[in-house]
């Protein structure tokens, strides 16, 4: 039931400071340790390679999961979109372990890949929030995402939960693997969702900023680096898929390499600044946008702002910055599309869950 909300995705979008302390609470132990099955943590300790398989927006959180998994456990993670994965598979490790992303847990393109590596002989674990769901059952292992049914078509709180989990996941078998980590991530998570609370209940500005930079226009770009650019390719398709506005996500460095020709007076270019190691770089992107007559909408984290920033993000552990950074995306595009009188539960040509491949 959505309540006293117009639509399920405002619903879920508030959703998200709830569903962090959910999960923190399904993945803690008695002893208020992170916990996740043995047999999990064995399985992604004895592989040398992860391969994460995954569509859309799951993909994009896959993307974030790589980095958690590479700094954290340090164990190299491709991440691959499945329905490329089928017929063009990359040579494979000698111990590989297959990770599927599936919301709904029965998209056809992610199961068909789940199937062809099972043929294989190779494990797979599955992290979804539909108990019991196709992919579910189909692998080896299951991480539930405990967010809630989801019912908007654009992902919002699956995403978070999927990033959250995948976090759990690293840091469980960086410790299986005696990697120590420098930082208590229940806690951070915690953090994570006040900060997430407080962008909820800033709607007010979302909206306005939808309103200055979107009401009108064509399209828009997000760009970022490092783990910013995967953010912006996320809220590149969640502005897209429910407000029609053409929305693409690149690279900060990429930019020059094609994509700046797009760039014409007023274009909206939306900048992630979350990682300290690239403010200056993205920042010198923004300025090769503005000098072409871009809209530049700077986001960044608190500790890294400038006075041209239109909206500093409460700061959170710098490696879980998209779990953060994600929610103004995600009310940015509500709000766009709300005021283009798009059905924003419901986008034309979407199905909630892709049963075709
Ligand atoms: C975007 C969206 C889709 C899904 C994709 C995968 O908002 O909802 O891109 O993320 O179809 O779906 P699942 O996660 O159910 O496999």
Redesign the pocket.
């Known amino acids: 039931e959505k309540g006293t909300y117009p639509h399920y995705m405002l619903k879920e979008i508030d959703e998200q400071p709830l569903v962090m302390r959910k999960i923190i609470q399904q993945y803690q132990n008695e002893n208020n340790e992170l916990h996740i099955d043995e047999s999990i943590s064995q399985a992604m300790t004895e592989a040398d390679r992860i391969y994460i398989v995954?569509?859309?927006?799951?993909?994009h959180a896959g993307l974030v999961g790589k980095q958690f998994i590479e700094k954290w456990a340090k164990v190299p993670v491709e991440v691959h979109v499945a329905s490329e994965f089928s017929y063009n598979m990359p040579l494979l490790s000698e111990k590989p372990l297959f990770v599927f992303?599936?919301?709904?847990?029965?998209?056809a393109d992610?199961r068909a890949v789940l199937v062809q590596v099972k043929e294989l002989g190779y494990k797979a674990l599955t992290i979804t929030n539909v108990p019991g769901s196709t992919l579910s059952r189909e692998a080896d292992y299951t991480l539930l995402l405990h967010a809630g049914p989801e019912i908007a078509?654009?992902?919002t709180k699956?995403y978070t939960a999927q990033i959250a989990v995948l976090s759990i996941l690293a840091a469980v078998t960086a410790k299986t693997r005696g990697v120590e980590l420098s930082f208590d991530l229940v806690q951070e998570l915690a953090i994570v969702g006040s900060a997430m609370e407080a962008l909820c209940d800033d709607k007010e500005t979302m909206e306005a900023i939808a309103r200055e930079y979107l009401s009108t226009t064509r399209n828009a770009f997000f760009i970022g680096r490092a783990v910013d650019f995967y953010v912006g390719l996320e809220g590149a398709?969640?502005l897209k898929?429910i407000s029609y506005i053409q929305a693409e996500g690149f690279a900060g460095g990429e930019l020059k390499h094609g994509t700046i020709a797009l760039i014409e007076n007023n274009t909206p270019v939306i900048a992630l600044a979350t990682q300290e190691h690239v403010n200056l770089g993205i920042r010198g992107n923004v300025k090769e946008v503005a000098a072409r007559g871009a809209n530049p909408c700077i986001i960044s984290m608190k500790g890294l702002e400038t006075e041209e920033d239109r909206y500093v993000l409460p700061p959170v552990h710098e490696d879980l910055s998209p779990l953060v950074a994600v929610i103004p995306l995600q009310l940015i595009s509500y709000y766009a599309a709300l005021h283009r009188d798009c059905d924003v539960d419901k986008p034309r040509n979407l199905a909630?869950?892709?049963t075709v491949e």
């Open positions: 995954a569509c859309g927006t799951s993909y992303i599936s919301q709904s847990g029965e998209t992610s078509v654009a992902s699956a398709l969640k898929e909630k869950s892709v």
